[in-house]
């Protein structure tokens, strides 16, 4: 696996793109009156500050694998999704970010267990459920914002439109999906003692063990 300098490195040239980027793109939206993708463009850099503010407000010091892991998340949901309009114009890159949510929150579930002080390798089967049970709760809220912004701006992010309620029951799927991956992985580690994805992803730059 790529070291945490790297990680490091990576994330700090994402973060340099993204702001220069999202400048542009913030110019532009001045220039046309766009202030709809204004406020998106400018909800990015909320979003991008969250790892920084995880760490001062909450004081979680969150990997750079797991900044990296968010990072491209953010990407994908706001950049190419909103600001390029991907995640309306294109079925795949919807099914895409669902499934990635479920695997990033998934994550965030096993850092809720070591920041609450749960144990990580007993009681392994509740772990795994809460892990899967945080995530649909999460992958839920989403779709209840969606649907509440379908009926208040008169929109069709859920696509109801075309498939009634298929598109929100193959988003819970596949967002399950994402979270079986880390349950999966989370197993494995456990049982074969190392340290793999899900544990280098929780770890912080102090964090030796599990």
Not at 25 to 47: A, S, V
Not at 106 to 124: P, W
Not at 142 to 154: A, G, M, P, R, S
């Amino acid at each position: 696996m790529v070291n945490m300098k790297t990680f490091k490195i990576i994330n700090i040239l994402i973060l340099i793109i993204m702001i220069f980027l999202n400048l542009f793109l913030i110019g532009q939206n001045i220039i046309n009156n766009d202030f709809t993708e204004l406020l998106d463009n400018l909800i990015l850099y909320l979003l991008l500050l969250i790892p920084f503010l995880t760490k001062k407000i909450i004081k979680i010091n969150l990997s750079e694998l797991f900044k990296f892991l968010y990072y491209i998340f953010v990407i994908l949901l706001v950049l190419f999704g909103d600001v390029i309009n991907l995640i309306r114009d294109t079925l795949w890159f919807d099914k895409i970010t669902h499934f990635y949510f479920g695997f990033l929150m998934s994550l965030v579930a096993v850092l809720f267990l070591k920041y609450n002080k749960k144990s990580l390798n007993n009681k392994l089967i509740f772990n795994m459920l809460f892990i899967s049970g945080f995530t649909l709760l999460l992958a839920n809220c989403w779709e209840f914002i969606e649907y509440t912004v379908d009926k208040l701006f008169n929109a069709n992010n859920q696509r109801w439109i075309q498939t009634g309620v298929d598109d929100t029951m193959i988003d819970l799927l596949i967002t399950f999906l994402g979270s079986i991956i880390i349950n999966i992985s989370y197993y494995i580690e456990v049982k074969k003692n190392k340290i793999g994805l899900v544990f280098n992803s929780i770890r912080d730059d102090n964090d030796d063990t599990k």
